[in-house]
């Protein structure tokens, strides 16, 4: 029995106000196919080429008939079953190109840096708001709807990402960064070139935010703690001030974490300094195990007011981002107490009974 699978065949017009229009069929088939697609009148002589497998382009043979181009495809010949057709492509096309785009230049915050795919920035206390790439094509032009960009995996949206075209081949690419946590970050810049196989280029900016002015680092030894409950063998608090955030995932005990007991109820964690502290800003890194961050979704930083408390941070209508950790800012407020409070259910996505840290800090 013969099993054929077409996964996609565009119906296309080889005539196009006189001049003959590019097109690119797919073709996925277990055994030789017959592809007939609707063809416009046409004057000039066609150019099939076809591969499989992503192997070497070969001229292909068609019949012509009735409107129709139709093509015979054969997967025992073409050397594989994963087949593309390319029809008419236009004269400036290099249909062998396997060649991505080259780095031309790189600018962080207007510095020029070494044209490189990966630059390690290294640490610092602000984190980089513009990148400027350029690349060039020696063979193809560029796609400008290629272009990407993203911080840590995560995709920049398009407002972020803007395209300077110089000339076909030739482009900068400039990425404008909003707020950036603490902690290690990689931001990722690609662009692909029009051959039939996009060839990609990337170029990768690593760095690390640092925090100078962590208040409960400075007085370590003076600082004190106090939790509304804790999960069974994670009553010690000492790993919140260790300054050890290198989480890999892989685990998350008391070493390197508390935890409240998993009940649907309020959770909060007391901070005391041993004076008061004008205070605009804490950061929490949440605990991270199975490569799963357990970002609490609503959090509140309160401090006293009157025998109770007061919150000075309001919770994100959409909850926080997961990720390694979340800076809560407010208007600075002079204390030497203050707390972070998770409401029942705010906890993480995953577990929203649970409040689940790893490290804190305040500046």
């Known amino acids: 029995m013969r099993v054929t699978i077409v996964f996609l065949a565009l119906a296309i017009s080889l005539m196009c106000g006189g001049v003959a229009s590019a097109a690119t069929v797919h073709v996925m088939a277990t055994a030789p196919v017959q592809l007939a697609l609707p063809l416009a009148t046409q004057t000039t002589p066609i150019q099939a080429f076809v591969r499989a497998n992503g192997g070497s382009w070969q001229t292909s043979e068609y019949e012509l008939s009735e409107g129709r181009i139709i093509f015979e495809l054969r997967p025992s010949q073409l050397g594989g079953g ?55 094509d020696a063979e193809n032009k560029l796609d400008p709807a290629s272009v990407h960009a993203t911080v840590n995996g995560r995709s920049l949206p398009d407002n972020s990402i803007t395209l300077d075209i110089a000339h076909p081949r030739r482009a900068t690419a400039a990425v404008e960064l909003s707020h950036v946590e603490y902690g290690h970050h990689q931001v990722a ?73 998993e009940e649907a109820t309020d959770h909060w964690l007391e901070v005391t300094m041993p004076e008061a502290k004008t205070i605009k800003e804490v950061t929490v890194y949440w605990a991270y195990s199975g490569d799963t961050y357990f970002t609490s979704q609503k959090i509140l930083i309160q401090v006293p007011d009157e025998g109770g408390w007061r919150n000075v941070s309001t919770p994100s209508p959409d909850g ?37 840290l790893a490290e804190i800090e305040a500046r």
């Open 82 to 136: 994963r087949i593309m057709l390319l029809i008419n492509p236009p004269a400036d096309l290099d249909i062998h190109d396997a060649t991505p785009p080259q780095l031309i230049g790189l600018k962080v915050d207007g510095k020029p840096l070494a044209a490189e795919s990966s630059v390690n920035l290294g640490s610092m206390q602000q984190a980089p708001r513009a990148i400027r790439v350029g690349f060039a």
């Open 189 to 261: 810049i690609s662009i692909a070139d029009t051959a039939p196989s996009p060839n990609t280029a990337q170029v990768t900016v690593s760095f690390e935010r640092i925090d100078t002015t962590n208040f409960i680092a400075a007085a370590v030894a003076d600082i004190q703690m106090e939790a509304s409950s804790s999960f069974p063998n994670y009553e010690s608090l000492v790993a919140l001030n260790d300054g050890f955030k290198q989480l890999t995932g892989a685990g998350c005990g008391n070493d390197v974490s508390w935890a409240s007991a």
């Open 320 to 356: 926080n981002p997961s990720g390694a950790c979340t800076t809560f800012a407010f208007e600075p407020v002079k204390t030497d107490r203050f707390r972070i409070y998770q409401p029942k259910g705010g906890g993480s996505s995953s577990r929203p009974d649970l409040m689940w």
